[in-house]
């Protein structure tokens, strides 16, 4: 299983970037997907999920600016980011959870950075 981040950059503020992330080389069932990131010195924190039946969820930080979407067809989530702030800069990582069985197993991305200037 190979979660293929694509997308990010460098940007000025209230610019837009949109990130991509398929999922490959699965035969199990995929529950939420979504949008994590990790700027120097903090934790990783939750940007935006998506369950399998497509309801959102987002951090209070980026309601309204973000919107993710997610193909199931394709094992895709994208991430449409949208009036970026400065603080919005950090290494992006897209995450699936995995039904093997009945465990639930998290994958996650290789990471993407995003830059924004202001």
């Known amino acids: 299983v190979q979660l293929q981040a694509s997308g990010g950059g460098s940007v000025q503020a209230g610019g837009s970037l949109r990130l991509s992330c398929v999922v490959t080389?699965?035969?199990?069932?995929?529950?939420?997907m979504g949008w994590y990131r990790q700027a120097p010195g903090n934790q990783r924190e939750m940007v935006a999920v998506i369950s399998s039946d497509g309801r959102p969820d987002y951090a209070d930080s980026v309601k309204g600016r973000f919107t993710i979407s997610r193909d199931n067809a394709k094992n895709m989530v994208e991430l449409q980011m949208d009036s970026l702030k400065p603080e919005d800069t950090a290494v992006y990582y897209c995450?699936?959870?995995?039904?093997?069985?009945?465990?639930?197993?998290?994958?996650w991305g290789q990471g993407t950075q995003v830059t924004v200037s202001s």
């Open positions: 995450n699936a959870d995995l039904q093997v069985g009945s465990v639930e197993i998290a994958k």
């Open positions: 080389r699965t035969l199990w069932g995929i529950n939420d």
